[in-house]
């Protein structure tokens, strides 16, 4: 299940974590083009992002409270665009965020509350089915059902 762990990310991946400091989006694209790992603050739009997705390892997406959902949004923009690095969701993230969350994209999680690891199985396990489309594979019951 969770790849790895440490006292502050989650990972679901198995390569080794990104210990370069994230730079942020303006510092990014102005100044520090070769750095390779990014923060977006909630509301800075990830597409600034996609000429340079080749050369990320890391982007880390600021969630400053568990209702401000443009995270979701930024997450599921990069993945579709093919971005293949790690993506972390950092800040005021929830166990029963993190499904949908790793359906949009997100595979490394550094929340600002520990997250206890059975409630995070249960979480992860609780839906056989989903209900919308999202940047994973998942089928959605619609379709499913109706083809």
């Not at 993230?93 to 995070?120: H, K, N, W, Y």
Request: charged share 30%; aromatic share 8%; hydrophobic share 40%.
């Amino acid at each position: 299940m969770v790849e790895s762990a440490t006292e502050t990310t989650l990972r679901f991946r198995d390569d080794e974590p990104h210990d370069e400091p994230a730079v942020t989006l303006d510092a990014f694209l102005a100044e520090q083009t070769n750095a390779t790992a990014v923060r977006l603050e909630a509301g800075e739009d990830a597409r600034a992002l996609l000429p340079y997705l080749d050369r990320l390892a890391l982007v880390e997406v600021s969630f400053p409270t568990f209702r401000d959902g443009r995270g979701y949004s930024a997450g599921r923009v990069l993945r579709e665009a093919g971005y293949t690095g790690e993506l972390r969701a950092q800040g005021d993230v929830l166990v029963d965020q993190l499904p949908l969350m790793r359906r949009c994209g997100f595979d490394s999680f550094a929340p600002q509350a520990e997250i206890d690891g059975e409630a995070l199985r249960r979480s992860l396990d609780r839906y056989d089915f989903r209900y919308q489309a999202a940047a994973d594979a998942a089928v959605p019951v619609w379709k499913l059902r109706h083809g």
